[in-house]
């Protein structure tokens, strides 16, 4: 079975610049989370998604927004990049909209120049 | 609020010894409680899970935690290290109903041959 996908791997933007990060689910999953990984840091939880509606949001400016598709895949957007926004953006799925049983990606690695 | 400290930043073992990485929790509610583990530029995966059955909890590849409640800790442990274990450890908390994971800083392994 396949699990978390998330695309691209890499990433290189320049300060001022918009990023979309994309995130496919396991297969049934129907809510989605992304975290971000600073360097040596534990992530940190941006959002949570679950049949297509925000159920949460941590505290990360209005630059970062996201939202979920039909088939539950979901995208994470950021605005005005800045340098601190580099980081790896972690994809979660899950079956249901708890935290309970969080499948991760191998995550998007973002470097703002 | 919910909250973890992970004791040791980094844990150095030799082969075959045990290994101890000490987390303590913060909740308000019952929490649910995870083990994840990181290796290098791959995504997280999920050791083990608590959530309010037995205390004692058995994960993949040898590893198994105990929650006490008195002591609001869930250290995580093995009988025997092997080189493949080296890697960065997260204690992990949920309270029922919350949507996000709230990680700690991270533990890393290092296992010496």
């Known amino acids: 079975d396949a699990g978390v996908t998330q695309s691209p791997t890499h990433l290189i933007k320049t300060r001022g610049q918009q990023v979309t990060l994309r995130c496919s689910p396991i297969s049934g999953h129907k809510s989605v989370s992304w975290y971000q990984q600073v360097l040596g840091q534990g992530p940190q939880f941006i959002f949570q998604y679950y049949e297509k509606e925000e159920r949460g949001r941590g505290n990360f400016p209005d630059r970062f927004s996201a939202r979920q598709f039909p088939n539950y895949s979901s995208e994470l957007n950021v605005n005005a990049l800045l340098l601190g926004d580099s980081a790896l953006y972690l994809c979660?799925?899950?079956?249901?909209?708890?935290?309970?049983?969080?499948?991760f990606g191998p995550g998007t690695r973002l470097t703002v120049t | 609020a919910q909250s973890v400290t992970q004791l040791d930043s980094h844990v150095s073992v030799s082969e075959g010894t045990p290994v101890l990485l000490r987390c303590n929790y913060s909740s308000s509610y019952s929490p649910s409680l995870f083990w994840y583990v990181q290796h290098p530029n791959k995504g997280l995966q999920l050791l083990l899970k608590?959530?309010?059955?037995?205390?004692l909890v058995k994960g993949i590849n040898g590893f198994e935690a105990e929650f006490k409640k008195s002591e609001t800790s869930f250290h995580l442990t093995k009988p025997s290290a092997h080189m493949s274990d080296a890697a960065e450890y997260f204690c992990v908390v949920s309270e029922a109903g919350r949507r996000a994971l709230t990680f700690g800083s991270g533990t890393r392994l290092q296992v010496q041959p």
């Open positions: 979660a799925s899950s079956f249901q909209g708890s935290s309970y049983e969080q499948y």
């Open positions: 608590y959530t309010s059955a037995a205390t």
